[in-house]
């Protein structure tokens, strides 16, 4: 135990212990974090027949989500049950990768091989030889980087190009203010909406999510509605009518790509206009009369020939925002796929500055965390001489100053290549490139088809596992292991609680890591267990993992007005941990780095103005990414029940133009575009879906496809169906950034044979 006084948590009190019988059943209380999952860690409550899970409920007494519960966990016992996951480890001949002949082999044999050629590859080429990539972080993610970094390995990075998946919002929040923030909806509070300090939001902002059916942050998209039945006003930033920009105030429905200069418009206006909050501006900003000019040409009209919004709808919803005295922002990934995802971020940041919408009850807030699993676990087991060698942080000052990942691009280059050095080996755990996260197909298979030796840790066989992998290890379901979670801006310590025994012989992915970790770096990995592991993180609560279970979720401390506290700052001084303690709408960390100090616009490549002719030959804008209420990325696709709510991928088209192209509703076709600037052509196949919602010209599709009924040796149709074909392994000038969010586009049929 630490010798620090204890933190004092709020433990939530419960009927029930963590584990009870009921009508003949043992149920047992957790949290569904992964896999099968998403970003929330909604409270369950579990119910098993012997070793067999039978039911999944929500928990109507833990504060989070308050017994609600999306169709994900109602179906995660068929999951857990399902007669096609992997129970065994496996292996397969490097020359037989793509054939479906893996042999059955032991643990041991497992994990010896995986030592043995891992220190091979270190002993001869360097750790940086060894690529470890992980796909969406959820619980798991800290335990991945403490692998990486303590094998020694500069090279962690994630499945996305270009880090265009929630790092940027936390960056562009962090360059300018000096840390992250969230919207305030009272999840920091076990009594929640009673919380006497706490306050409504009067305006609650979603820029390009659709919290209803995806988040993360560790916000709950229905307390959206909590908050807009308790008196809060809505706008909505998104080119796609949503269910929540149909019942909204204000919908502004952008050209794709164009969030910064939507941004920038609202900015402008709510200082010509008078409306900013003189006194925090004032106090707590940095930079106002600079960047009052650098916004200044984004007028409501100039705004509206760029973005297609309206100029009295950017007046309204500027007007809106910054007279509200608490207002909220709930943003999503579509933010950060965008080759300016930076600029996104730093503008909205400073729209949330302008209007003072700051560490105030109903605002952005702190959350108070015990791991910040963004910027990982272990970093101090790397040396400065192996992080010299990260990918990526060379040639692209923000990736250096980032999270500490190696850039995702730049590790496809190196595979594809062998520069700046060779890569050996790549660790693959909870990815599945070839159907969600990897850009540029072709490229993807050349690439990790150029690593000697690949693992890949899941829970079925993916698509890429199918294609890469030379050892498959088997990975448990959440309610198959314990484990805890404590960053995200989760505000709360809880514990993963296990239910039932693991299928087969699963593994838990925290299980792996800690025996892999203590082959390869005993000092770094000093537990016996995984419960020990736990108990490691949150030892500063005063309780050990046994104790914590029983006491979850607990909640850490948490107050308003910290910066002016001093409670920001590590020198204890008043304002915000920044340069200048201010919120810096002109950027000293940017600046620093050699970029822009100020947000600024950039027209997308490949759009109608900045390619005017070649959006003659591909006439339309693509958005993917779109969310599907029972899949999560690329999971669930085998879940029957998940599977009949939306059984083939689909893409919307506005009724018109649908016409115009002369196809019908549910005909397959396929979706072409230039992947890039790399004068290749990309295409994947969709069914069309007439959608009154979208605008003419403007088309959007879900991402993570592919069929798990479908030959292994095709690779589960996922080469045809993953609409990253048509995006590319690229980068903006950051070194963040990838377009996904307005591809040019063009359709055409499919025809008889394909």
Known sequence: ?????????????????????????????????????????????????????????????????????????????????????????????????????????????????????????????????????????????????????SFGSPNYTFNINAHSCYSPRIFACSFTTGTFWVGDYSQQFADRFDNPEWKCPDVTLVWGNEPLAANSDGAYGHWVLDVLERGSKLIVVDPRLTWLAAKADIWLQLRPGTDCAVALGMANYVIKEDLYDHEFVDMWCYGFDEFAEHVGEWTPERTEEVTGVAAEKIAAAARLYAQADAGLVQWGVALDQRIDNLENGRAIVCLMALTGNFDKPGTMIQPPELLKYITGW??????????????????????????????????????????????????????????????????????????????????????????????????????????????????RGETINQAVSPAGECRSDMEVNLELGRRFNPEAWPWENVEQMFSSIVEETGYTFEELRDVAPAYLPFEYGLHEKGKLRKDGGVGFPTTTGRIELWSHAFNNIGMDPMPTYYEQDNSPMSAPELCEEFPYILSTGA?????????????????????????????????????????????????????????????????????????????????????????YDALELNCNNLITWDYGTTGWGANHKALACRVCPVKDGE
């Open 378 to 491: 272990g970093r101090e087991w790397l040396t400065p001489e192996q992080d010299e060698k990260r990918l990526g942080a060379n040639y692209h000052p923000a990736v250096r100053v980032g999270s500490g990942a190696a850039g995702s691009s730049d590790c496809i280059e190196a595979l594809l290549t062998g520069k700046p050095y060779p890569i050996k080996a790549v660790w693959m755990q909870s990815i599945n490139s070839l159907a969600c996260g990897g850009a540029d197909t072709e490229v993807t298979m050349k690439a990790f088809n150029n690593s000697e030796f690949n693992v890949v840790a899941d829970l079925f066989m993916t698509p890429t596992a199918m294609a890469f992998a030379d050892i498959v290890l088997p990975i448990a379901m959440f309610p198959e292991r314990n484990g805890i979670r404590c960053g995200d801006g989760c505000q």
């Open 627 to 715: 969310r599907q209420w029972g899949y999560f990325h690329s999971e669930h696709r085998q879940v029957p029940h998940l599977r009949a709510l939306h059984p083939e991928p689909t893409v919307q088209i506005n009724p018109e133009d649908l016409a115009d192209l002369g196809f019908e509703e549910g005909q397959w076709v396929w979706l072409e575009g230039p992947i890039g600037k790399t004068g290749r052509t990309g295409r994947c196949k969709r069914k069309v879906e007439a959608y009154p919602g979208m605008a003419r010209g403007v088309m959007c599709t879900e991402h993570g496809w592919w069929h798990p009924e479908g030959d292994p040796e095709k690779l």
């Open 1 to 149: 135990m630490s010798e620090k006084e204890p933190l004092h948590v709020i433990k939530v009190e419960h009927t029930h212990p963590y584990r009870y019988d009921e009508d003949g059943f043992t149920v047992t209380r957790g949290n569904a974090w992964s896999a099968p999952g998403c970003h929330l860690g909604c409270g369950v409550i579990m119910y098993s027949d012997g070793d067999k899970l039978v039911k999944v409920e929500g928990d109507p007494e833990h504060p989070y989500n308050q017994g609600r519960l999306c169709v994900r966990c109602l179906a995660v016992p068929e999951a857990v049950n399902s007669p096609d996951r992997l129970l065994y480890p496996l292996k397969r001949s490097r020359e037989n990768r793509g054939k479906n002949v893996f042999e059955r082999i032991t643990w041991d044999e497992a994990l010896d091989t995986i030592e043995e050629r891992f220190k091979y590859y270190k002993e001869n080429f360097g750790a940086e030889s060894v690529q470890f990539w992980q796909g969406t972080g959820r619980d798991i993610a800290a335990w991945i980087s403490r692998l990486a970094w």
